[in-house]
Nanobody, 129 residues
Framework: QVQLKESGGGSVQAGGSLRLSCAAS????????MGWFRQGPAKEREAVAS???????YYADSVKGRFTISRDNAKNTLYLQMDSLKPEDTAMYYC???????????????????????WGQGTQVTVSS
């Protein structure tokens, strides 16, 4: 089992950048498939990016070229670097995990929310025009 806690959200103007972090506690973090999701007001939770245990990254079309997912297995931490932010990126951002990070994790667009068992509480990102 793994516990997840996000940080790094905030308010930024369009074109700006933010870096989200997700600290994980628990065993076998290195073996987990990790993902970032977001949910805007009155919208369904959507996959933003995922990363497998080997560091291979997968992105939703809406963020490809602007967002970068990465993981530091020594620190049990997942990151999401968000550049060229747009007002439509405004949402609550969640990190998620599931084990093991096998072939189901290696696809684009990333796996849906229903494929992940463990979730953080979320961090709010607001982008103003």
């Amino acid at each position: 089992q793994v516990q997840l806690k996000e940080s790094g959200g905030g308010s930024v103007q369009a074109g700006g950048s933010l870096r989200l972090s997700c600290a994980a506690s628990g065993d076998s973090y290195i073996s987990y498939c990790m993902g970032w999701f977001r949910q805007g007001p009155a919208k369904e939770r959507e996959a933003v990016a995922s990363i497998d245990s080997k560091g291979n990254a997968y992105y939703a079309d809406s963020v490809k070229g602007r967002f970068t997912i990465s993981r530091d297995n020594a620190k049990n931490t997942l990151y999401l670097q968000m550049d060229s932010l747009k007002p439509e990126d405004t949402a609550m951002y969640y990190c998620a995990a599931d084990f093991p990070g096998g072939s189901w994790c290696r696809k684009e667009p990333p796996p849906p929310a229903s494929d992940f068992s463990y979730w953080g509480q979320g961090t709010q990102v607001t982008v103003s025009s």
